[in-house]
């Protein structure tokens, strides 16, 4: 791995957008050097903006584990997400150690901050039966209710992540193969199955409305999915047509794209499938990743006991 080109010791003033250049580095150093998906990338730089934010006057190189730890205490009440306050702290993580290739800091002691596991809480998971009503929700009033039908059902029959569908090019469905190529986190290519449900839906669509939405755009597009204006359909646009269908029909309010990730993974575990073949499926780059859904189901009975045992 190319080391990237070595900070001065003393931190600059920080740049025009607001952004300290150190950020900027580390940035750059995650895009060119890790290959990390742009995604991946603005996340780490929200990240660190609200790092910055809390560090004020004091200097990185004289951070130690108290003061660390009172940032991870300030994160927490900014009422964060607990998924949400680990990748913070990962985001941490990740900066100190690009600051120990370039000699700013020797050591990085927000690796003694709390593992990950601390921060994690179990997924929110949809039953079967919510899962198949929200297949349906989508009605011939709606705009592109094909579209969005098919956006459903690839989220769930893959477990692909909102961005790796919305990047989901119309070459890489093969639907007589009932597999897709999706690109993940890193630029990393992968094969997910695809069900019949899913493939019926996605060749419903592709048949009554995508050569309409197609025929928008000032150019051939090479999305699966279009928005109205025959462009690719953006990520955030996802997760506000999950949000709304899982409203319609009465799921929880904090379903996401993710959920049906979460479900997805589940699901298949509760029926029996193996982790590591789930881990490559998900695209996780380690099995930990994987492991908290063996432990959604474990949790469910618990509750059920509780609820259900005389000594509950």
């Given at each position: 791995?190319?080391?990237?080109?070595?900070?001065?010791?003393?931190?600059?003033?920080?740049?025009?957008?607001?952004?300290?250049?150190?950020?900027?580095a580390f940035a750059e150093y995650q895009?060119?050097?890790?290959?990390?998906?742009?995604?991946?990338?603005?996340?780490?730089?929200?990240?660190?903006?609200?790092?910055?934010?809390?560090?004020?006057?004091?200097?990185?190189?004289?951070?130690?584990?108290?003061?660390?730890?009172?940032?991870?205490?300030?994160?927490?009440?900014?009422?964060?997400?607990?998924?949400?306050?680990?990748?913070?702290?990962?985001?941490?993580?990740?900066?100190?150690?690009?600051?120990?290739?370039?000699?700013?800091?020797?050591?990085?002691?927000?690796?003694?901050?709390?593992?990950?596991?601390?921060?994690?809480?179990?997924?929110?998971?949809?039953?079967?039966?919510?899962?198949?009503?929200?297949?349906?929700?989508?009605?011939?009033?709606?705009?592109?209710?094909?579209?969005?039908?098919?956006?459903?059902?690839?989220?769930?029959?893959?477990?692909?992540?909102?961005?790796?569908?919305?990047?989901?090019?119309?070459?890489?469905?093969?639907?007589?193969g009932g597999y897709c190529l999706c690109?993940?986190?890193?630029?990393?290519?992968?094969?997910?199955?695809?069900?019949?449900?899913?493939?019926?839906?996605?060749?419903?669509?592709?048949?009554?409305?995508?050569?309409?939405?197609?025929?928008?755009?000032?150019?051939?597009?090479?999305?699966?999915?279009?928005?109205?204006?025959?462009?690719?359909?953006?990520?955030?646009?996802?997760?506000?047509?999950?949000?709304?269908?899982?409203?319609?029909?009465?799921?929880?309010?904090?379903?996401?794209?993710?959920?049906?990730?979460?479900?997805?993974?589940?699901?298949?575990?509760?029926?029996?499938?193996?982790?590591?073949?789930?881990?490559?499926?998900l695209g996780h780059a380690s099995i930990?990743?994987?492991?908290?859904?063996?432990?959604?189901?474990?949790?469910?009975?618990?509750?059920?006991?509780?609820?259900?045992?005389?000594?509950?």
């Open positions: 791995m190319t080391k990237p080109r070595k900070l001065p010791l003393k931190a600059p003033a920080p740049v025009k957008t607001g952004e300290h250049p150190w950020a900027t895009r060119s050097e890790c290959h990390l998906s742009a995604n991946t990338v603005a996340a780490y730089r929200r990240d660190l903006a609200k790092f910055f934010r809390w560090l004020g006057n004091r200097r990185v190189p004289a951070l130690r584990i108290r003061e660390l730890a009172d940032y991870a205490g300030w994160l927490h009440e900014q009422n964060l997400a607990p998924a949400s306050l680990a990748r913070h702290i990962v985001s941490l993580k990740l900066f100190f150690r690009y600051l120990q290739l370039e000699g700013i800091v020797t050591d990085n002691p927000v690796e003694l901050l709390g593992s990950q596991k601390l921060w994690q809480r179990v997924p929110v998971v949809l039953p079967p039966r919510v899962i198949d009503a929200l297949f349906t929700a989508p009605r011939a009033s709606d705009g592109c209710w094909r579209r969005d039908r098919a956006l459903l059902e690839l989220l769930y029959a893959t477990g692909c992540r909102a961005s790796e569908i919305a990047n989901l090019e119309q070459r890489n469905a093969h639907l007589d690109t993940g986190k890193g630029d990393k290519q992968r094969m997910v199955p695809l069900g019949k449900r899913a493939a019926a839906a996605i060749q419903e669509y592709l048949q009554h409305e995508r050569p309409r939405l197609a025929a928008q755009a000032p150019a051939p597009p090479g999305w699966l999915l279009l928005s109205r204006s025959g462009r690719q359909l953006r990520r955030e646009r996802i997760w506000e047509l999950v949000t709304r269908y899982a409203r319609r029909v009465g799921a929880p309010p904090k379903v996401s794209p993710h959920t049906l990730r979460h479900s997805f993974a589940t699901h298949l575990l509760a029926g029996g499938a193996d982790l590591r073949l789930v881990q490559e499926m930990t990743t994987t492991q908290i859904y063996t432990h959604v189901d474990h949790t469910r009975l618990k509750k059920v006991h509780q609820q259900f045992h005389p000594r509950g």
